[in-house]
């Protein structure tokens, strides 16, 4: 990953964008719809000003915002999801997120952070927690609180696996990171910017991180549609990759 002043100014932004989330929140008075699009315009805003400030001459890839195609031809690209779990968010909950990340051709993701505003943390891809410790219980996989996925439904039932509902992706990433979960899989569709800061900082801290066959998770392509995603302790990867191909060629042949 790459240290200095790219993975603080993502921190920096990261935090900012969180902070001023909470600020809406608490002051405003919106609520349901118009909380949600307010937030993601109070953020998208902040973050895009910044970075046009900090890092004019890089691109930018943000769910909040038409994508540039430029940045197909640019060399560092930061990639952004200005609020991540927009849902929980306008509920009032803790587990939504902020993501700041930068990608560099070449070298792929170099800095990423993600910021848990309801629980005041910032993840980053400099000073990832240590790597826990295993659990000693039935494997727990991180899953949506609202809408369980299928696949992770049947990749529990073959494991014997624990499902722990929580909000957005980030959060569910943050939670392997922290040792609350083993496993976050996803296989029902996401864009580059769901998952690029909380694989930066997964992977710092020392996780397995790939597709759910098993590729490497790429980022900055022309389709930035990125559908599924495995994030999970090392020791754990080959006997859920294993449970994922069972599963899904069970699901196949029915």
Request: hydrophobic share 40%.
């Given at each position: 990953m790459n240290g200095g002043s790219d993975a603080?100014?993502?921190a920096a932004l990261a935090e900012r964008a969180g902070a001023a989330l909470l600020e809406l929140r608490r002051t405003t008075g919106l609520t349901g719809a118009a909380l949600k699009d307010e937030g993601d315009r109070v953020a998208q805003a902040l973050l895009g000003e910044a970075l046009s400030v900090e890092r004019p001459e890089d691109a930018v890839l943000s769910e909040e915002a038409a994508d540039d195609r430029r940045?197909?031809?640019a060399d560092r690209v930061w990639i952004i999801d200005p609020l991540d779990g927009t849902r929980e968010f306008a509920e009032?909950?803790?587990d939504f997120a902020v993501h700041v990340a930068l990608w560099e051709r070449?070298?792929?993701?170099?800095?990423g952070a993600v910021a848990l505003p309801g629980a005041g943390r910032i993840m980053t891809s400099t000073s990832p927690p240590p790597l826990p410790a295993p659990h000693p219980g039935r494997l727990r996989l991180a899953v949506?609180?609202?809408r369980p996925p299928a696949l992770v439904t049947a990749i529990a039932a073959v494991l014997d696996a624990e499902l722990v509902p929580m909000g957005s992706a980030g959060v569910k990433a943050m939670s392997v990171v922290l040792g609350e979960t083993d496993a976050y899989i996803h296989?029902?569709?996401q864009y580059e910017w769901d998952s690029a800061a909380p694989v930066a900082v997964a992977t710092?801290?020392?996780l397995h991180t790939s597709r759910l066959d098993g590729r490497a998770l790429e980022y900055n392509r022309d389709d930035p549609w990125l559908p599924d995603l495995v994030v999970c302790r090392p020791d754990d990867a080959g006997r859920l990759l294993d449970a994922i191909a069972e599963t899904s060629a069970t699901e196949g042949a029915a």
């Open positions: 603080a100014l993502a940045r197909l031809a009032g909950r803790a070449g070298r792929g993701l170099t800095a949506s609180r609202s296989g029902g569709g710092a801290a020392g």
